[in-house]
């Protein structure tokens, strides 16, 4: 049963001053024949959420592991602290829900995991969300950082939107560079550009993320998501 625990991210490396918001991640698996009895009962937790104040994120899997039956359900703080001082779970109207939850059989919890944001950014507004997860050799987080950062650079300017993450309780030390587009239509577009772009094409078959072997980093998988929208 998903408990909600508050816990404040310990940040144990030189990128600590740089934290600000943090992300309370839990993936679910839906089972067979409930999606659509999943998605409304993920439409309510977005609405009860949105009532409360807090910025949650629903999203379903449309590639990577575990396919379209994978959600990912995102609590987005400004601060360790807004953290820590909210307990809009413990309300009754929550406490409900989350009974209903998991009494519908629909879903089963696959694992929850907190997350620090290393830049200053947040995707506003994304429809498609690509998740490239990297896990840094021992000694390198430094460098990797400054890989995404310069990828991040490259990326947005031709339309993405980029966020980088680091995992922390929970997690597996990795870290995600995640790139959001509004639409498929605007994800298109960008693709469009960056296969026109010199800097790009002289970098293949080689180029950051699409690449798997990496001196300072293993690259650990990737998987889309499209958020719930909800009226």
Not at 9 to 14: D, G, V
Not at 34 to 55: C, M, P, Q, V, Y
Not at 85 to 94: H, R, T
């Amino acid at each position: 049963m998903k408990v909600k625990i508050f816990l404040t991210a310990i940040i144990l490396n030189s990128f600590s001053n740089l934290y600000a918001i943090e992300a309370d991640v839990w993936e679910y698996k839906v089972q067979p024949g409930h999606t659509d009895e999943a998605i409304k009962l993920f439409e309510e937790a977005i609405k009860l959420s949105r009532t409360a104040g807090r910025n949650t994120s629903i999203a379903q899997q449309t590639f990577g592991k575990g396919g379209e039956f994978k959600f990912h359900w995102v609590d987005f703080y400004d601060s360790p602290e807004e953290r820590a001082n909210d307990n809009a779970y413990d309300s009754v109207a929550f406490a409900d829900f989350i009974n209903r939850f998991y009494k519908s059989g629909a879903v089963t919890t696959v694992r929850s995991y907190t997350m620090s944001l290393i830049d200053d950014q947040l995707c506003e507004n994304p429809g498609i969300v690509s998740v490239y997860v990297w896990k840094p050799n021992s000694g390198e987080l430094s460098s990797v950082v400054e890989e995404f950062k310069a990828g991040r650079v490259l990326f947005e300017k031709h339309g993405w939107e980029v966020d980088l993450w680091q995992e922390n309780i929970g997690g597996r030390d990795n870290l995600q560079f995640v790139m959001c587009s509004k639409s498929r239509h605007d994800e298109a577009k960008s693709n469009a550009s960056l296969n026109n772009d010199e800097e790009w094409l002289s970098q293949q078959p080689n180029a950051p993320l699409w690449d798997s072997y990496s001196d300072n980093s293993k690259f650990m998988g990737s998987f889309e998501l499209e958020p719930i929208i909800v009226d």
